[in-house]
């Protein structure tokens, strides 16, 4: 296994474009989870499921984003009219729960740029 | 609410210890963590340590918790020049749950 993957690495976009990110999660991992973090700063929590169910939601998840994980595996995040204030670092994470060890894993994430 | 606060930079002869230093304000916290951030590079998980431990210690590296003042702090012993990151004192509720991040401390080393 090769950990949590994230594509792309680096995406430019315009203002008002919209973006999907993916996520693939470690195989046998049922939890995933979302951040972002902005420059200077440490990342924040945007959202996470458990399998295909999106169990919470940040305030910090506005009604342009949106996430979903159909069939428990992969995850995309969707920037919709992408804002420059939404340039930042979009990480993933995953872990199993239950699980005898630790396990939460980040990916290197993907750095969206808004022109 | 939830929040964590650490000081942005520390700067540390190399060979010296380092101490970062860290407040949280979520006492139902169970799981304190420190996370290691190199330029262009991913979220590194350094240590954790349980609420209900007052230390941990990891080759150079040691952590003291004292949950009557939620301060957690990271001690790097012989700090080394490839020890120059952002590092970031978190906490969770639980071992899978949302972690919460401070700004990080950026170390930097001094020859």
């Known amino acids: 296994d090769t950990g949590v993957s994230q594509d792309p690495r680096h995406k430019i976009t315009k203002r008002g474009q919209n973006v999907t990110f993916r996520c693939d999660p470690i195989?046998?991992?049922?939890?995933l989870y979302w951040y972002r973090q902005t420059l200077g700063q440490g990342p924040e929590f945007l959202t996470y499921f458990q399998n295909e169910a999106q169990l919470e939601k940040s305030r910090l998840l506005s009604d342009r984003f949106s996430a979903e994980r159909p069939k428990g595996s992969f995850s995309t995040l969707e920037i919709q009219r992408t804002e420059q204030g939404d340039s930042a670092m979009y990480l993933c994470a995953s872990s199993q729960i239950p699980g005898e060890n630790y396990g939460y894993t980040f990916g290197s994430g993907t750095r969206l740029t808004v022109v | 609410g939830e929040d964590v606060e650490q000081s942005l930079f520390l700067s540390v002869r190399e060979g010296d210890s380092s101490v970062i230093n860290c407040t949280y304000t979520?006492?139902?916290?169970?799981?304190l963590y420190w996370y290691k951030q190199e330029p262009g590079a991913g979220l590194q998980l350094l240590t954790y340590i349980f609420s209900n431990m007052d230390m941990k210690q990891d080759q150079r590296l040691t952590v003291l918790l004292n949950k009557k003042d939620k301060h957690l702090s990271l001690r790097i012993a012989d700090t080394q020049t490839g020890d120059s990151a952002i590092y970031f004192c978190?906490?969770?509720?639980?071992?899978?749950?949302?972690?919460?991040f401070g700004k990080g401390t950026r170390l930097h080393i001094l020859p």
């Open positions: 979520d006492s139902s916290s169970t799981y």
């Open positions: 978190a906490e969770s509720m639980d071992r899978d749950d949302k972690i919460i």
């Open positions: 195989s046998e991992h049922n939890r």
